[in-house]
């Protein structure tokens, strides 16, 4: 099930915050578990008992890390043990298939049958989460949970568990036991949702669709082929952020609140600052988990560079079983890698203007070889792909047909990413009519997500399959 569909829409959530509202306070993390084991058993009926076996599992390795408090070796033991566990079960379920592949590729005589295990959604979110929990109560930096159905709330929250953002535990702790739900958090958890579901319906949708249109076009010239990149970049920002902006909608209506996971990275001046500014869960969790216990930039500029490559690496391989992945990830690793060598004083001098057509040129180059997977025969469309972008002409005229149509959607779309739109309505929050322009804006949202819902069946949803 996903934010942008009826089901969800209209029948689900309406059930779910009508029912939560009605029961006292001391049954609504029991409620919300069940709400959330219905959620992610929608499409995911069998593999469900996974996600409690993790949540059993893990439940009571904290509880074994607390009272083992005075043994540091046991303590120790107990958290390998976890660690070992839950990356065990992520590698099985997402890259036996992977693994299986490229052992038949270097020895072809083995000729291993593939697994074809079905990828659990959400297995990757939902694993990190636990393990920062596992890692924070073996740090003492959190408490161990005691409530098995408030810890299975924390990994099973539906607003953030099929896509993220990922929640540590140490930020919802208080917020598990005795958290304050109240109209303006539900006003302002309304408001996020319909931006993220506008995002997601109105901008992406039509971008993913543009993007598919102008690849198809082998000799529509390069400037259709660099747009396609531009609408495929949109297409990616609007549909994550748009998600995770409904994710935190929907915690503020439970009475949660999450950090921010994307902060206009297309307005960055580097491939440093874009990456602090997208799916900022993400990198926190790499930089806090992987990063930092290898040493981060404490040991010296060389040991500093190879923990950069390894931290990138893994979070390509993070995103998928797939070659292309980790060349994506190496790819933002050797740019971070040079920035930190020299590039960046060097921006730092440029105009502000060609910084940031550095940084966006490189990012779309890079979403290029995110979206040919390789496992799918995504290198030979990639090598096909690639040469369009500087040969063949500039523009044909069935291309140039369909970016006219497109024109006013793209200039909406590129002023989104900006901070324009949000500093517009920061002025007009104080104006007396606010409030009546507001509750209209929501409305006409809602009406239009709601229609092209109806009218469109186009409605992906990339992350996913993560």
Excluded at 9 to 25: E, I, N
Excluded at 209 to 227: K, Q, S, T, V
Excluded at 289 to 296: E, F, H, Q, R
Excluded at 360 to 387: I, N, R, S
Aim: positive net charge.
């Amino acid at each position: 099930m996903v934010f942008s569909s009826f089901v969800f829409l209209f029948v689900f959530f309406p059930v779910v915050f009508l029912v939560y509202y009605a029961l006292p306070k001391k049954f609504r993390n029991a409620f919300l578990l069940l709400s959330d084991l219905v959620f992610y058993g929608w499409g995911e009926p069998v593999l469900i008992t996974l996600m409690l076996g993790s949540i059993v599992f893990n439940y009571f390795v904290g509880l074994l890390l607390e009272r083992f408090d005075g043994s540091d070796k046991k303590r120790k033991a107990v958290l390998i043990v976890s660690v070992a566990v839950d990356l065990g079960l992520l590698a099985f379920f997402k890259y036996a298939d992977f693994a299986v592949r490229n052992v038949n590729a270097i020895i072809p005589a083995a000729n291993l049958a593939l697994p074809r295990i079905p990828l659990p959604i959400g297995i990757s979110f939902y694993t990190f989460q636990i393990m920062s929990y596992t890692v924070d109560v073996f740090r003492r930096e959190t408490k161990a949970q005691h409530s098995i159905v408030a810890f299975g709330t924390y990994v099973s929250l539906f607003p953030q568990l099929i896509a993220g953002p990922i929640v540590r535990y140490r930020d919802v702790d208080d917020q598990l036991q005795s958290r304050r739900e109240n109209l303006p958090q539900i006003s302002r958890g309304v408001q996020l949702f319909l931006l993220g579901l506008a995002k997601k319906v109105l901008l992406a949708n039509p971008m993913g669709a543009l993007w598919d249109e102008l690849r198809a076009m082998p000799n529509g010239g390069a400037l259709a082929a660099w747009c396609g990149v531009i609408a495929f970049s949109l297409q990616i920002y609007f549909d994550f952020s748009g998600y995770s902006d409904m994710a935190r909608g929907l915690g503020n209506l439970f009475g949660f609140s999450f950090l921010k996971n994307f902060d206009y990275p297309y307005v960055s001046k580097s491939i440093t600052e874009f990456w602090r500014r997208w799916h900022i869960s993400l990198g926190t969790w790499f930089r806090e988990y992987v990063y930092i216990p290898l040493g981060g930039n404490r040991k010296g500029k060389a040991r500093q560079i190879v923990n950069i490559l390894i931290v990138w690496m893994l979070t390509g391989l993070w995103h998928g079983a797939s070659w292309n992945f980790v060349l994506w990830g190496l790819y933002f690793g050797v740019l971070l890698m040079l920035e930190k060598l020299f590039l960046l004083k060097v921006l730092q001098k440029l105009p502000a203007v060609f910084s940031r057509v550095y940084a966006l040129v490189l990012v779309a180059l890079g979403w290029v070889l995110f979206y040919f997977a390789d496992d799918v025969g995504g290198f030979a469309a990639l090598k096909a792909f690639v040469p369009r972008l500087f040969t063949g002409g500039l523009l044909s005229a069935d291309a140039a047909s369909v970016l006219l149509s497109v024109v006013p959607l793209l200039l909406i779309a590129f002023v989104a990413c900006t901070p324009l739109i949000r500093k517009g309505y920061d002025r007009l929050s104080g104006k007396k009519l606010f409030p009546v322009l507001q509750t209209a804006a929501v409305a006409a949202v809602l009406l239009l997500c709601t229609a092209s819902l109806v009218s469109d069946a186009y409605n992906p949803f990339l992350y996913f399959k993560f």
